[in-house]
């Protein structure tokens, strides 16, 4: 069992940025792909970014590559999201998500989720 909660949302100016927190429980979270998630209003949850249990190996939406970077510190069970250059598009609640094996970027694949935090961004 793996309990999540992430951290680190708020209100920011275009441009500006953010680093998400989700800090996890359970002694085997280091066995765990990672995933960040959001949801807009009026819009399906869509897939961010996700990191290999290791953290040797990320992956990235498209539509935030080269401004976010996921990593993780398994000594601390956290894994953060710093989000760069942020636009008012990327305005959404975001969720963290753990999985086993290689969960990529189907949310079906992740079995524990955490609660989200609200990230806006005014133009």
């Known amino acids: 069992q793996v309990q999540l909660v992430e951290s680190g949302g708020g209100l920011v100016q275009a441009g500006g940025s953010l680093r998400l927190s989700c800090a996890a429980s359970?002694?085997?979270?280091?066995?765990?792909?990672v995933g960040w998630f959001r949801q807009a209003p009026g819009k399906e949850r869509a897939f961010v970014a996700h990191?290999?249990?290791?953290?040797?190996?990320?992956y990235y939406a498209k539509s935030v590559e080269g401004r976010f970077t996921i990593t993780r510190d398994n000594t601390k069970n956290t894994v953060f999201l710093q989000m760069d250059s942020l636009k008012p598009e990327d305005t959404a609640v975001y969720y963290c998500?753990?999985?086993?094996?290689?969960?990529?970027?189907?949310?079906?694949?992740?079995?524990?989720w955490g609660q989200g935090t609200q990230v806006t961004v005014s133009s």
């Open positions: 998500a753990a999985g086993e094996g290689d969960s990529g970027s189907n949310s079906r694949r992740y079995a524990y």
């Open positions: 990191i290999s249990w290791s953290g040797s190996f990320a």
């Open positions: 359970g002694r085997t979270f280091s066995r765990y792909t």
